[in-house]
Structure formats: C-alpha cells, structure tokens
C-alpha cells in the first residue's frame, strides 16, 4: 500500500518511516526540511542498506499549502496505477514558545497545510489519514490519568492549532459526503531514538525539550540542566511525564493505518503513551544510571504554561490497535544516549 508522509522528516516522522518500510509499506514524504534534515531520511534507507535490504523512500521537496505540488503528488502516482491509499500527517511547527511569538505562522502552517491536504485528498479519493495530535491539547487537567473524553482546554496557541485540526477532521468525517477513516493520535512525550543510532532527534538551536537537553548536557555541549520547578506537588518536588520510546510511538501509526483498514468510516481519538508517571529527576536518575553519564542539574523556577502532571490513559490504544509499547525508560535512556555519542552534531 503505498502512504503518504507529510513531514517524514522529523524526528517522529522518520521514525515512522523506518516502521513503515520494514512492514513493507510503499512512502513517499513530502517534506520543507525548514524545521527537518534531508540526512534523516537517507540514514533511514542506510539502515535497511546495512542489513543487505534495499528500500526506497519517494521524497517531494515542499509545502503542504502549496495545492499545486500536493495535487501533483496525488496525480503523478494515480497516472503510475499506484494511488496514494493513505496519509499520515506530521507536517506543522511544533514550539509551544514560537507559537506564542508568532501565532499566524502556527495558524496558517499547521490549519491550513491541513486544509489544504485535505481538500487534494478528497479530490483523489484518498480518505484515510492518521493525525500527529498532541496530549497538549488537554492543557492543564486535574484529572489522571487522561482519556480521550478528558476536557480539552488548550493554553497555547500550538496547542489550539491542534484541537482546530482536530475539528476540522471532526466536521470532514461528518459530512456525510465521503466515507473517510480518520485517527488522532494524541502523543505524550516521544524521547530516545532508533536502537542503531543512526535516527534520532536533532533540534535546531537549543532545545526546548528535556531529553534532548540532558542528551547534550551528558555530552558536555550544554552546562547544565535548569530543572524547571522543584515545589510541585509530586513526590520528589518536579514534574511528572509520560515518556514514550519514538519507536513504540512510531509503531503505534502502522498498528492505526492497519486498525482503520477494518472500517468502512471511522474517527478515533487515540493517546498514545505508556501510562507511566515519571519525573524530572527520574529520568534524570536513570539516564545517569544507564549510561554511567553525570548531569549536572540546577534548579530554577516554573516554566511558564507547565503542568505538574501528564499521563496518558492509553486503555482504548491497547484494546483498540494491535500494539502496546515495548520499550522502557532504561531503553529509552540507552538508545537516546547511543544517538547522541554517535552523531555529537545530530545530521549537520
Ligand atoms: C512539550 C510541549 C508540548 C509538546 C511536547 C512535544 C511545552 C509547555 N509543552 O511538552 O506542547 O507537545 O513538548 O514533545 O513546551 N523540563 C525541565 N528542564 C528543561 C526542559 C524541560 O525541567 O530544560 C521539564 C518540564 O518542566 C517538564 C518536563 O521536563 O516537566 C518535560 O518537558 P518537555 O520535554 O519540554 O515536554 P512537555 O513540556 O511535557
């Protein structure tokens, strides 16, 4: 079958390649590679090249609100006999903090990209999409662990982008017009990389995240880690999280495309996490553990727009989807550490 990637370049996205390709599946990614690297993808191949296996990825170079080249793309692989069945959308920004500085990138990148993938889908009888969600759209919940009919009330404008898409997928599923299979995926935090060492995050300047960021400080690049908030209410004082292996994650995209498939119209909300607390220090604690690194940690106040709590109820992903994640937090440290020593640069 062959699937489209919007944004197959990211960190989670070409993971998901990875998944997909080794479960035989036919991609093409369309990527800006202004927020990605083109290294990524062809480290993706390099991996199955290792192991004797050839593999290919179709890449377009561009932009998803560019109607012309998406409805190019849709084109050029009907007139070869071999449609595009699927898309998994990435593509979008994803800084809670640039979204705040800049809200009408966030809107007009992430709503309308999205629209406008839509609109070529529809037009090529393309109704089956897997949305990259965010746990961020539950913003600040009392109530734990989240399921999907937890409220929504996002606080920030990345976070409303989503629920926007969200609704807008809502609005397309009920039009009665078209049959479309259609699933969001409500990632909690995706951290580590591929067990080869050879994929894996590379964020462009300083980290906004925490893994990235102790992956740096263990290499010497960053100082020290500013743990934000030690007044919480948790057990240890800092923030609690539910932190999933990228490749679990990545896993869980082939496990909805093959769960839409038994549907004839389908919308699904699906979390995506392990359902497994852990904290700022935790991780800390572990990593230093693992990989016999120290982090020198410092405290510092609050970040603005945190919760001190966030963990999925993943009940309805394991009882729906074939999958369940497989990796724990000792792997997560070991292969996001095995990244890092590898490519100290991440792809530049
Ligand atoms: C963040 C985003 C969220 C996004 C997700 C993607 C914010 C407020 N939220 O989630 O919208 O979907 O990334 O992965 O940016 N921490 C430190 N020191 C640091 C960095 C983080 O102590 O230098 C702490 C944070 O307070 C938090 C935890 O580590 O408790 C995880 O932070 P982070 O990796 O940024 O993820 P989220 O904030 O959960």
Known sequence: MRVLVTGGAGFIGSHTCLALLEKGYEIIVIDSYINSHKRSLKRVVEIFTRNNIVKHIDIEVGDIRDEKVLDKLFLRYKDLGNPIKAVIHFAGRKSVKESVLNPLLYWDINVNGSITLLRVMDKYNCRTIVFSSSATIYGVSNCLPLKENAKIKPINPYGRTKVAIEQILSDTFHSHTNKWKIANLRYFNPIGAHSS??????????????????????????????????????????????????????????????????????????????????????????????????ISTNFSNRRIGDCCTLIADNCLALSCLNWSPKRDLVKMCLDGWKWQLLNPDGYQ
């Open 197 to 294: 060492g050879m994929i894996g995050e590379s964020p462009i300047g300083i980290p906004n995240n925490i893994f990235p960021y102790i992956t740096q400080v263990a290499a010497g690049v960053l100082d020290e880690l500013k743990i934000f908030g030690k007044d919480w209410p948790t057990s240890d004082g800092t923030c609690i999280r539910d932190y999933i292996h990228v490749m679990d994650l990545a896993e869980g995209h082939i496990a909805t495309l093959e769960y839409l498939n038994n549907f004839e119209k389908k919308i699904v909300n699906l979390n995506l996490g392990r359902g497994l607390g852990t904290s700022v220090l935790e991780l800390v604690d572990t990593f230093e553990k693992v990989n016999n690194v120290k």
